[in-house]
C-alpha cells in the first residue's frame, strides 16, 4: 500500500458511536464529522445530543441522534433499523460509554464493606456491558457485510488497578479481555476483514472523574491528582484532542492488519515505572 490521503480517511463512512456527549466522546465526534463520517449517535438524552451536534455547526459529514440506552438490548436493536434506514450500513461501532460512580468509590466515609451493590452494578454494566450488548447489536450487521471496525475505550486502570476503584478497574479490565477475545472471535468466525480494538485514555479531566482529581471548593488538585502527575512523564493530563490521532488511525484503513490490541494514549503513565 503506498501512501495516499486515503489513509487515513474516513469520509462516507457510517459510525455508531455511544459516549459521545461526554468530554472526550464530543471531541471525538465532531473529529470524525469534520472527516466526512456519518455519524449515529446513541444517547439516553435526545435533548443533549441534539444540542451538542447544534453546537458543531456545519460539518462535511452528518451527525443524527438516536435515543438507546446501550444496556438495553431490545432498544438497541430497535434503534439499528432506524440506523440502517438512515446510512444504510454500518461501518464503525465506538463503545464509548462509560465513566466512575461515587457510590462505588471508597473514602474516608466510605469503606469498600459499605459499597452499595446498585453503585457496583451500575458502574460494571455501564462498562462492561455498556460494551458488550452494542457489539451484539452492532457487529452481527458487520459479520453479515464480512467488514468493520469495532472501537473500544478501556482505561489506564484496566492495565493497574487504581486505589478507590475497585469495579470501574475490574470491568475496565474485563474490556481488555474481551476485545482480543471478540477479535479473535470475528475474524475466525465471520470475517477477516472485521477489527476490534480499543484505546486506554490516561488521565483526563471529566465530569465523571474530576470528584477525585481536584478539590471541589478551591480547583486545586487533590493528592490523588498531584500523584497522579508525578507518574505521568509529559506531566499534565491529557487534552480531548489527544485522543484523536489514534482513534482515525484505529477505524482508519491505515490500521487494517491491526486487531486485538490496546493503544494507550496517557502521556507515559503506563511505561513509567517510578524510579
Known amino acids: 500500500m503506498k501512501f495516499s490521503s486515503s489513509l487515513f480517511g474516513i469520509n462516507g463512512r457510517t459510525v455508531v458511536m455511544s459516549g459521545g456527549t461526554g468530554v472526550l466522546g464530543r471531541a471525538i465526534m465532531e473529529a470524525l464529522l469534520d472527516a466526512g463520517a456519518n455519524v449515529a449517535l446513541l444517547t439516553r438524552d435526545r435533548a443533549k445530543g441534539d444540542s451538542i451536534l447544534k453546537s458543531f ?11 438507546a440506552d446501550v444496556l438495553d438490548h431490545d432498544a438497541l436493536t430497535r434503534v439499528s433499523k432506524d440506523i440502517l434506514n438512515q446510512f444504510k450500513r454500518v461501518d464503525i461501532l465506538i463503545n464509548a460509554a462509560g465513566g466512575n460512580s461515587p457510590k462505588a468509590t471508597t473514602s474516608p466515609d466510605q469503606s469498600f464493606f459499605q459499597l452499595s451493590e446498585e453503585g457496583l452494578r451500575y458502574v460494571s ?20 457485510q464480512k467488514e468493520g471496525v469495532i472501537l473500544n475505550f478501556t482505561s489506564m486502570s484496566g492495565f493497574r488497578p487504581l486505589t478507590r ?57 487533590t493528592p490523588r491528582g498531584k500523584k497522579i502527575l508525578e507518574h505521568t512523564p509529559m506531566a499534565r493530563f491529557g487534552a480531548p484532542d489527544d485522543l484523536i490521532g489514534a482513534v482515525v ?6 490500521s487494517e492488519f491491526v486487531t486485538g490490541i490496546v493503544v494507550p494514549v496517557d502521556g507515559g503513565f503506563s511505561a513509567f515505572s517510578g524510579v
Open 57 to 67: 455547526g456545519s460539518k462535511t459529514g452528518t451527525g443524527v441522534v438516536f435515543e
Open 125 to 144: 454494566d455501564l462498562n462492561l456491558l455498556g460494551t458488550i450488548l452494542p457489539s451484539q447489536v452492532f457487529g452481527k450487521y458487520m459479520a453479515e
Open 165 to 221: 476503584v475497585g469495579s470501574y478497574s475490574a470491568a475496565k479490565a474485563a474490556i481488555i479481555n474481551f476485545t482480543e477475545w471478540l477479535a479473535v472471535h470475528m475474524a475466525q468466525e465471520y470475517s477477516p476483514r472485521i477489527r476490534v480494538n480499543a484505546i486506554a485514555p490516561g488521565f483526563f479531566l471529566t465530569e465523571q472523574n474530576r470528584f477525585l482529581l481536584t478539590d471541589k471548593g478551591s480547583g486545586n488538585l
Open 249 to 254: 488511525w484505529l477505524l482508519s484503513p491505515a
